[in-house]
């Protein structure tokens, strides 16, 4: 099945992680795709089983994209991504917001304001502006649209030792609910991906890590982590024409973490 045929996807942090996966499954389904980040290679943290960028990847495998450099939390940067896309496979169909940064680590009280900083940049800003441009060229086409936003889990319960994280995944989920209210009736379908910690780079240092990567698989009753697979799938139902009836959703994907619920004491932490 070519779920996906003819469509134009922009995505965001695309060489790594969930944004490779997607822009490899998008691909293998019919897919035209912009691959969007600040670095063209694979980031030498992750578990990709292929070194080589995702653009030639999926250029090697029949399928058709390009790379463009884009900096998300700089507007003229962001313009230029959506225009390239327009200019290169002639519209847009599908803006994957998926690039984002990953600070934790510390109690609230611990945490250095760059933690929040970066948070607050890269996620909250940066998804603003990928929705914003994609808006813009969807209402100029007059066409459907859809957009997804990688959230979190974390962003509907929370979760000790990152609230820098949690609060922005938090405000993308709001804006990803906020937009479905706005442009629903223009055809513009927002939804949002709350997986819980996945096995990449970004969370490499958690999975890594024997004694906090068996916490968090004891809270998962399907006993085991993410996959970015796992994710990938889930954003091309998203993002088919299967999904056409979904808008402003804030679809969890966590193995059923949330019903056990973590507490600080999982982390050895007490207070005296």
């Not at 290679?41 to 992750?46: F, I, L, T, V």
Request: glycine share 8%; charged share 20%.
């Amino acid at each position: 099945m070519e779920r996906l045929e003819e469509k134009v996807a922009v995505i965001t942090g695309a060489s790594s992680g969930f944004g490779r996966e997607m822009s490899i499954t998008f691909a293998r389904e019919g897919a035209k795709i912009v691959c969007a980040d600040i670095n063209r290679e694979p980031n030498p943290d992750g578990y990709e089983e292929k070194k080589e960028p995702t653009d030639q990847e999926i250029v090697s495998a029949g399928g058709q994209a390009v790379f463009v450099k884009c900096n998300i939390t700089q507007q003229d940067e962001v313009t230029n991504l959506i225009q390239t896309a327009v200019s290169t496979f002639g519209r847009l169909d599908i803006m994957m917001c998926n690039a984002g940064v990953y600070r934790a680590g510390m109690l609230t009280h611990e945490m250095p304001v760059e933690f929040l900083d970066d948070c607050l940049n890269v996620n909250v800003r940066g998804t603003w502006f990928c929705c914003q441009e994609a808006i813009k060229q969807f209402l100029a086409q007059k066409t459907r649209g859809k957009i997804i936003v990688t959230c979190s889990s974390s962003a509907i319960n929370p979760y000790p030792v990152q609230a820098p994280y949690s609060m922005s995944k938090a405000a993308i989920g709001m804006l990803a609910q906020t937009l479905a209210l706005e442009y629903g009736a223009a055809g513009i379908n927002t939804n949002a991906i709350c997986p819980t910690g996945c096995k990449t780079a970004l969370t490499s240092n958690g999975y890594n890590d024997e004694n906090f990567r068996r916490i968090q698989t004891s809270k998962i009753p399907l006993g085991r982590w993410g996959e970015p697979k796992d994710v990938a799938n889930l954003a091309l139902f998203l993002a088919s024409d299967e999904a056409d009836y979904m808008n402003g959703a804030m679809v969890l994907l966590d193995g059923g973490e949330t019903l056990s619920g973590t507490r600080i004491s999982d982390f050895g932490i007490a207070f005296e």
